[in-house]
C-alpha cells in the first residue's frame, strides 16, 4: 500500500519561509513523478510544483521565483521549499504522485501566512 506523509506545514509571518516534505513509502514501481498541489478555502484545487524523475521541474507562475520544488530519489521524498510567503499562498498543501497507472495523494498539511 502506497502512502504519502506530509510534512512542516505551519504559521508563518508574510515573508517567511517553511520547508514541506513528502515522503513516499510501499511502492514497488518506479515513481514517475511527484508534486505539491495546494487548495484555499472557496477555491479549486491547484498545481503548485511537479518534479519528474529525471530532475526537470514545473513551477506555477504565482509561485515561480519563490518556491523550489526538490527530489531525494533514494528516499522517495519530495521537498517544497517557500520563501517570501504571502498570505494568498494560505492553503491546504497536498502531496501528489505518479506511480505506474496509479496516482497517490497525501492527507494535506496545513500552511497559513498571517501577522
Known amino acids: 500500500q502506497v502512502q504519502l506523509v506530509e510534512s512542516g506545514g505551519g504559521l508563518v509571518q508574510p515573508g517567511g519561509s517553511l520547508r514541506l516534505a513528502c515522503a513516499a513509502s510501499?511502492?514497488?514501481?518506479?515513481?514517475?513523478?511527484m508534486a505539491w498541489y495546494r487548495q484555499a478555502p472557496g477555491k479549486q484545487r491547484e498545481l503548485v510544483a511537479r518534479?519528474?524523475?529525471?530532475?526537470?521541474?514545473t513551477v506555477a507562475d504565482s509561485v515561480k521565483g519563490r518556491f523550489t520544488i526538490s527530489r531525494d530519489n533514494a528516499k522517495n521524498t519530495v521537498y517544497l521549499q517557500m520563501n517570501s510567503l504571502k498570505p494568498e499562498d494560505t492553503a491546504v498543501y497536498y502531496c501528489h504522485s505518479v506511480i505506474g497507472p496509479f496516482n497517490y495523494w497525501g492527507q494535506g498539511t496545513q500552511v497559513t501566512v498571517s501577522s
Open positions: 518534479i519528474f524523475s529525471g530532475g526537470t521541474t
Open positions: 510501499g511502492s514497488k514501481s518506479s515513481i514517475a513523478s
